[in-house]
């Protein structure tokens, strides 16, 4: 029964903005860090951000530090990731992530994982 729902791609020129948000449910929702992953065709899925169970700390990939900001709603079950500045690098299907741990940018121990929503920068 635990769902997470990725919404808010798109296509976006480059130097555009997008918010995407994560919609979590069947599970305690401030229990979970939660991070964002990102996967090009022909590429291996690869961390983006990450955010601890109260949004106290937050960790991300070199090449977004400065353009992307990761934030979450518990009140909401949510988990949103700003992102500006966009580049067509930053081109992938966006995954959203829960682990019942600590916050982590290893893809193989999340618990949960969403369908993913495409994010496509192309003038």
């Known amino acids: 029964q635990v769902q997470l729902v990725e919404s808010g791609g798109g296509l976006v020129q480059p130097g555009g903005s997008l918010r995407l948000s994560c919609a979590a449910s069947g599970l305690t929702f401030s229990n979970y860090a939660m991070g964002w992953f990102r996967q090009a065709p022909g590429k291996e899925r690869e961390f983006v951000a990450a955010?601890?169970?109260?949004?106290?700390?937050?960790r991300y990939v070199d090449s977004v530090k400065g353009r992307f900001t990761i934030s979450r709603d518990n009140a909401k079950n949510t988990v949103y990731l700003q992102m500006n500045s966009l580049k067509p690098e930053d081109t992938a299907v966006y995954y959203c992530?829960?682990?019942?741990?600590?916050?982590?940018?290893?893809?193989?121990?999340?618990?949960?994982w969403g369908q993913g929503t495409q994010v496509t920068v192309s003038s």
């Open positions: 955010i601890t169970r109260t949004g106290s700390s937050t």
């Open positions: 992530g829960a682990n019942r741990n600590t916050m982590t940018t290893t893809m193989n121990v999340y618990d949960y």
